[in-house]
């Protein structure tokens, strides 16, 4: 009762010490521990969230960010996929510097729970949701390999939006860095793996799919806004694998990328 009382009301062990108390002894007693502990349960409990969330689609969560993709898009492409209604808070640039102290390391993206829990980084969300709605790879390869992929995608987008930035002449001097360079050992590197896989995280997505096939596929490659879309279809066509992975990707986001809630951001 206590664990569905959760489910529904996230922040009530924190306001009831007591109930925090029974429910800690209680998930301790040695036969219960041990089948909390067991995948089958760990599988119903995902389950329970899914659905949860889906029920309680108007307070699921919010995500604070600027009307663009950037660090936000992955996020509310894995929330779109689950099913899970979210409210999309769009932070305007004239809004942002009285927004700003009031976010987890003053930036975002930011997801907020229920209770008003913030959570910042943009890794750490995408991994909170990948554990609670299914987008984390129980196979522990998989799971490692996507975990590299991001690791891998986050130096590369240090650079990589940069151009659409910053004044012309800085943009100038990173194209090279990112068509001649980063874009094409990033994605030499992935491609075995593209080849041997539907998706990063196997059959179905993991959270590293919405990076790389959302950011750098649907936000970037295919973007019609975005900058030197003649130097993206270059590079794309170089690596074919990545192009049709990038396909199903679009394919398995279909309805996302149809839906008003795409918008027209810039990158
Ligand atoms: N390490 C953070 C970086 C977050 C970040 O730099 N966010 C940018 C937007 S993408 C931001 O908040 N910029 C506004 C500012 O720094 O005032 C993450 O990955 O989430």
């Not at 151009?163 to 990112?178: R, S, T």
């Amino acid at each position: 009762m206590v664990e569905m009382m959760i489910h529904v009301f996230p922040y009530i062990l924190e306001e009831k010490p007591e109930l925090a108390a029974y429910h800690s002894a209680v998930r301790n007693l040695p036969g219960l521990k041990q089948y909390l502990e067991s995948d089958r349960n760990i599988e119903k409990h995902r389950a329970f969230n899914n659905t949860q969330a889906k029920i309680n689609s108007h307070v699921a969560y919010t995500l604070h960010y600027f009307p663009l993709y950037g660090r936000g898009e992955p996020i509310r492409m894995l929330l779109s996929h689950a099913g899970i209604h979210y409210n999309d808070h769009l932070i305007s640039f004239q809004e942002w510097p009285a927004i700003k102290p009031t976010m987890p390391g003053n930036v975002i993206p930011c997801l907020e729970l229920v209770n008003g829990k913030q959570m910042g980084e943009t890794s750490a969300i995408m991994r909170y949701l990948a554990i609670n709605h299914g987008y984390y790879p129980e196979d522990p390869l998989l799971a490692h390999k996507s975990e590299e992929i991001l690791d891998e995608f986050q130096t590369l987008f240090e650079n990589v939006p940069k151009p659409a930035f910053v004044g012309p002449e800085e943009a100038a001097a990173l194209l090279p860095v990112i068509f001649d360079d980063k874009m094409p050992k990033f994605l030499a590197a992935i491609e075995p793996h593209l080849k041997a896989n539907k998706f990063i995280g196997g059959n179905k997505l993991s959270f590293a799919d919405f990076f790389v096939g959302g950011s750098i596929y649907c936000s970037c490659a295919t973007n019609p806004r975005i900058y030197s879309p003649e130097k993206w279809a270059a590079l794309v066509a170089k690596f074919p694998t990545f192009r049709d992975y990038g396909e199903r990707f679009k394919v398995e986001m279909s309805s996302y990328l149809n839906s008003d809630k795409r918008g027209t951001f810039h990158i």
